[in-house]
Nanobody, 123 residues
């Protein structure tokens, strides 16, 4: 069992930056693909970014390339999402997720989820 706890969300103005963190439990952190998903009010949970295990290869949704950076610290069992130049359309609940293999952008294939952290961007 893996437990995920997100933090770092908040209310910010457009153009600001945030760094979201996802701390995980368990001893096999490097074996997991870690993903970030975003859910705006009334919308589906959309893929934002993912990073593979020990190799740390990042993947991004086209809409966030250039502004979002995913990284992981395997020594701290933590994955991060750096968001720069925030826009009102970035508003939503950001979820961290983990799985051992498979397509990185498909939410239904992830095995473990955090409770989410709210990001609200005002214009």
């Amino acid at each position: 069992q893996v437990q995920l706890v997100e933090s770092g969300g908040g209310l910010v103005q457009a153009g600001a930056s945030l760094r979201l963190s996802c701390a995980t439990s368990g001893r096999t952190f490097t074996s997991y693909i870690m993903g970030w998903f975003r859910q705006a009010p009334g919308k589906h949970r959309d893929f934002v970014a993912a990073i593979t295990g020990s190799a740390g290869t990042p993947y991004y949704a086209e809409s966030v390339k250039g502004r979002f950076t995913i990284s992981r610290d395997n020594a701290k069992n933590t994955v991060y999402l750096q968001i720069n130049n925030l826009k009102p359309e970035d508003t939503g609940v950001y979820y961290c997720a983990a799985k051992s293999r498979g397509l990185v952008a498909v939410a239904q294939t992830y095995d473990y989820w955090g409770q989410g952290t709210q990001v609200t961007v005002s214009s």
